[in-house]
Structure formats: structure tokens, C-alpha cells
């Protein structure tokens, strides 16, 4: 399939102030995790853990980029408390359907950020005994981070901006870009308050 342009988004992609990582970047680093992945967990029946929304494609194309037998799940959590807005404060909103006791389990995040979200995600899936426990991020913003977060698979690092695209949104909206860019000044309010969606 021909790659898309920005031009045929319109006025949409206007709002896009710089691709950071364009779509063949993307799916060429996706299919590389892909393999790596597979290699390691040969035999071993992987449970991907996907979280939601931000994770829906890259999660999809990983999957397909794996040759290996495998199953899927996913959580969803809400990073911000609603009455507060407090920074930090990760809830789980929707938990997991398959029993990871005794299972290889990958879990799969968008993007880490100060790594608050991923530490009370893991935290909540050890509770469950898993035999194994290793994360895989499309994207890393190290700049901000304020607890260590021990990634196992990685495909980009990101400067510490906000970005939307490919699954990551601002205020539910780009999520459909098929490339990953910073956000045009007129597109953009105050987009510390809106990581709440995931
Ligand atoms: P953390 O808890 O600070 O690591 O935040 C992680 C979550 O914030 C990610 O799972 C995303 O849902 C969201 N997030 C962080 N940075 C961005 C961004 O640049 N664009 C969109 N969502 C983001
Ligand atoms: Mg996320």
C-alpha cells in the first residue's frame, strides 16, 4: 500500500506542527519489535497486555509482526483522579479477562511518560504471579520521568513534547494519523491536563 501524506488529511493535519516519525518509521520499527519479540518468546505462548486506547494500533501491528503463537488482553486505566486532577493518581478502570498466573505476560504501553501509570500497572499484574513480566513502549519520553520504569522493548525515544498520532490523542482526536507528530500551536490547550484518557 502507497504511504499516505499529510496533504491528504486536509485541514486536520494542519494541526500538526512536525512528524516526528513518520508512518514507514513506524511499521518498520514495529515489525522489528515484532521479530525480536517472537525470537524470545519461542515456545513460550506470550500474553500481550495491551493498555487502552493510546495502544490499539500499535498493539495490532505488533501482533501482526509476530510469527509466534500468542494470546491478548488489555486494561484500561484512568491516570488522573476526576475530582482532582491529581497527577499520579492511576485507577484501573477495566482489569484483565484472562488469568496471567503462571503466564509469560508482555505488557504494552503507548508511551512512558514519568512512568506512573506503567509502575501501578505492574504493581497490579505481579499481585497475580505471572512467570514472567517484561514491557514493551512504542515510544519513551525519559525527560520526565520520576520512578524507574524497566523496559525490555523499545521503539522510539521521544523530546519530552506532546505528540499525538497513531493511536495517541489530544482531547480524543488524532488518533487515526498513521504517523507520530507534535501538535501546531493553534491545536494545542493545555495539554498537561489531558492524559487522563489513556
Ligand atoms: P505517565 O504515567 O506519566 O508515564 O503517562 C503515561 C500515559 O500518559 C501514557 O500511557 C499516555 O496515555 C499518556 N501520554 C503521555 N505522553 C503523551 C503524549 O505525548 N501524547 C499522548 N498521550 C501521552
Ligand atoms: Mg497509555
Given at each position: 500500500m502507497a504511504q499516505r501524506t499529510v496533504q491528504e488529511y486536509g485541514a486536520f493535519a494542519?494541526?500538526?506542527?512536525?512528524?516526528?516519525?513518520?508512518?514507514?518509521?513506524?511499521?518498520?520499527?514495529?515489525?522489528?519489535?515484532?521479530?525480536?519479540i517472537s525470537a524470545d518468546y519461542e515456545g513460550?505462548?506470550?500474553?500481550?497486555?495491551?493498555v487502552l486506547k493510546g495502544v490499539?494500533?500499535?498493539?495490532?501491528?505488533?501482533l501482526r509482526a509476530m510469527t509466534i503463537p500468542l494470546e491478548v488482553d488489555f486494561i484500561a486505566v484512568s491516570s488522573?483522579?476526576?475530582?482532582?486532577?491529581?497527577?499520579?493518581y492511576v485507577r484501573?478502570?477495566?482489569d484483565l479477562d484472562i488469568p496471567i498466573g503462571g503466564r509469560?505476560?508482555?505488557?504494552?504501553?503507548?508511551?512512558?511518560?514519568?512512568?506512573?501509570?506503567?509502575?501501578?500497572?505492574l504493581r497490579t499484574l505481579r499481585v497475580h504471579k505471572p512467570a514472567s513480566l517484561e514491557v514493551c513502549t512504542l515510544f519513551d519520553k525519559p525527560a520526565k520521568r520520576l520512578i524507574d520504569a524497566p523496559v525490555k522493548y523499545k521503539g522510539f525515544?521521544?523530546?519530552?513534547?506532546?505528540?499525538?498520532?497513531?493511536?495517541?490523542?489530544?482531547?480524543e482526536k488524532y488518533r487515526n494519523l498513521p504517523f507520530v507528530?507534535?501538535?501546531?500551536?493553534?491545536?494545542f490547550k493545555d495539554a498537561a491536563q489531558e492524559k487522563r484518557s489513556g
Open positions: 494542519r494541526d500538526i506542527g512536525q512528524i516526528l516519525y513518520t508512518e514507514e518509521q513506524i511499521q518498520q520499527r514495529v515489525r522489528e519489535l515484532g521479530v525480536q513460550k505462548n506470550p500474553l500481550l497486555v495491551g490499539l494500533f500499535f498493539l495490532a501491528d505488533l488522573f483522579s476526576p475530582q482532582t486532577r491529581q497527577q499520579g484501573m478502570i477495566k509469560h505476560v508482555i505488557f504494552v504501553e503507548d508511551v512512558i511518560d514519568t512512568g506512573l501509570t506503567l509502575n501501578y500497572i525515544d521521544l523530546p519530552d513534547q506532546y505528540v499525538v498520532g497513531y493511536g495517541l490523542d489530544y482531547r507528530g507534535l501538535l501546531a500551536a493553534h491545536a
